[in-house]
């Protein structure tokens, strides 16, 4: 019996990312992982929706700074708070136009603007490891989201009684189960059938999207900006914020500031101090929630499902492939990077992660097994 598509096609608008970010071979990952968990396989459609989570909540910051229209995007779960808060502070060291971007409408005003404008443009993001990403933004969306709507959080109007009907139909969503280890693992699955993305009901999910989702951005006249011109990996933050202002040609550009954030809550005021999350640390990120999800990839099948479908991150961006995708036979077909991704600002070289050399055990991932 074929699948209903997903509700949140429903409010897909009529031009967005998809299509871009799920070519064959990534979609044909969302299968051979819903095949390996014993679970229906995801449509295209819904794959392609899927991917372009991000794109409907999407954000970026950019500034004008020594003649260069800087833009940032906003990975979830990859400091963007941090970086939200130094690009904010080069208004006060030199630049101008600011602004935020949230969907396809300014966050806030440009300032500065009769100042001159850019002579060029460039582009950066900060990514993570794959599956650490995934982790930080399961534990956020259930910690922060779904346990608070359980517990009569009034953040989120109307969320309660969604979950009271949602529950009531004997559905098996994560959503629906209490227990952790449990849950950690139903949330795997509905994943990889990308359930998981249902508007209205989403609990922030998208924080576990692919990082690579979260680099296209189509306007409504068709415009579409698609990869990144630098890639920063979050470990080496401020030595590839650093090194951005080398590559751009940046004159005077600043170093990172780690302590730097904004209380969005106080107008976007910039403060030096704890991170946003820091006195939240266990409630957020240390908690029974992330130990439950790191002990279900653990499991083999778990860990190579999972692998399957952020193989773009790790493709796009350079990620050695982790311990459980070397279980595999060597991928079929052509894979690459649906994204531009221009330069890598890290110490160490990271050549690209290989994928079709059968004696590497990086390059074992897809078989009909």
């Known amino acids: 019996m074929p699948r209903a598509p997903s509700p949140l096609l429903q409010d897909a608008p009529a031009s967005y990312c998809g299509h871009v970010l799920s070519p064959p071979w990534v979609v044909e990952g969302y299968e051979r992982a819903a095949r390996w968990l014993g679970v229906a396989p995801a449509t295209y459609r819904d794959v392609s929706v899927a991917v372009s989570a991000p794109w409907l909540s999407g954000r970026s910051v950019q500034i004008t700074y020594d003649g260069v229209r800087v833009n940032a995007w906003l990975v979830l779960k990859c400091d963007t708070n941090g970086i939200d808060a130094n690009m904010q502070s080069l208004l006060d060291k030199g630049g101008h136009l600011f602004s935020r971007q949230r969907r396809l409408g300014a966050m806030s005003?440009?300032?500065?603007?009769?100042?001159?404008?850019?002579?060029?443009?460039?582009s950066f993001a900060v990514v993570r490891e794959p599956m650490e990403h995934f982790v930080s933004g399961y534990t956020e969306s259930i910690t922060a989201r779904l346990d608070g709507v359980q517990q009569g959080d009034r953040r989120w109007p109307g969320s309660e009684e969604?979950?009271?009907?949602?529950?009531?139909n004997g559905t098996t969503s994560y959503a629906c189960i209490t227990d952790q280890m449990d849950r950690a693992g139903a949330f795997l699955r509905d994943y990889v059938q990308t359930r998981t993305n249902r508007v209205r009901l989403s609990f922030q999910t998208t924080h576990t999207n692919s990082q690579a989702s979260f680099l296209c951005l189509q306007h409504p006249d068709g415009r579409r900006v698609v990869g990144t011109d630098y890639v920063i990996y979050l470990d080496e933050l401020a030595y590839g914020w650093e090194q951005l202002g080398v590559e751009a040609g940046l004159r005077d550009w600043p170093p990172f500031e780690s302590d730097l954030f904004i209380a969005r809550k106080e107008g976007n005021k910039l403060y030096?101090?704890?991170?946003?999350h820091t006195h939240q640390h266990d409630w957020l990120s240390n908690n029974s929630r992330r130990r439950a999800m790191e002990a279900v990839?653990?499991?083999e099948t778990n860990c190579r499902a999972l692998?399957?479908?952020l193989l773009v991150d790790y493709v796009c961006f350079r990620f050695p492939l982790p311990w459980c995708c070397a279980t595999s036979t060597v991928a079929q077909g052509e894979v690459r990077c649906p994204l531009k991704v221009g330069t890598f600002l890290t110490r160490a070289a990271?050549?690209?992660?290989?994928l079709t050399d059968p004696a590497s055990a990086q390059g074992r991932l897809f078989d009909d097994g």
């Open 307 to 309: 692998c399957a479908v």
């Open 350 to 354: 990271r050549p690209p992660t290989e």
């Open 109 to 122: 005003t440009p300032r500065n603007g009769t100042l001159p404008v850019a002579r060029k443009g460039v």
């Open 272 to 276: 030096h101090g704890d991170g946003p």
């Open 162 to 168: 969604l979950l009271r009907q949602l529950c009531a």
């Open 297 to 299: 990839l653990k499991e």
